[in-house]
Nanobody, 128 residues
Framework: QVQLVESGGGLVQPGDSLRLSCAASGRTISRCNMAWFRQAPGKERVFVASITSWPGTDTSYEDSVKARFTISRDNAKNTLYLQMNSLEPEDTAVYYC????????????????????WGQGTQVTVSS
């Protein structure tokens, strides 16, 4: 069983930056595909970014966050990160960390139901 805990959210101004962290425990996540999703008030949960498992670290992003967000992982620390730059009010949401139970090389990385483990979420609010 894998437990995921997000942190790093907060209230920021447009144009500011935040770095979200997702700390995993229970087992190593080095061979798990991982992703960030977000859910704005009154809207559905949507894909933000993903990163594939060790030894590969291929990344993908939702179009609106490309060139602004960077997903990365530190397998030695068993932690996933999301660096968010040039934040906009439209980025306001609860951000969730997700992980698979294994490599799952044939999965669709942007589909939430493909992931087996989820964190509780961390709130990001970008004021106007």
């Amino acid at each position: 069983q894998v437990q995921l805990v997000e942190s790093g959210g907060g209230l920021v101004q447009p144009g500011d930056s935040l770095r979200l962290s997702c700390a995993a425990s229970g087992r190593t996540i080095s061979r798990c595909n991982m992703a960030w999703f977000r859910q704005a008030p009154g809207k559905e949960r949507v894909f933000v970014a993903s990163i594939t498992s060790w030894p590969g670290t291929d990344t993908s992003y939702e179009d609106s966050v490309k060139a602004r967000f960077t997903i990365s992982r530190d397998n030695a620390k068993n932690t996933l990160y999301l660096q968010m730059n040039s934040l906009e009010p439209e980025d306001t949401a609860v951000y969730y960390c997700a992980a698979t139970s294994g490599p799952k090389a044939t999965m669709t990385l942007s589909v939430s139901r493909e992931y087996d483990y989820w964190g509780q979420g961390t709130q990001v609010t970008v004021s106007s």
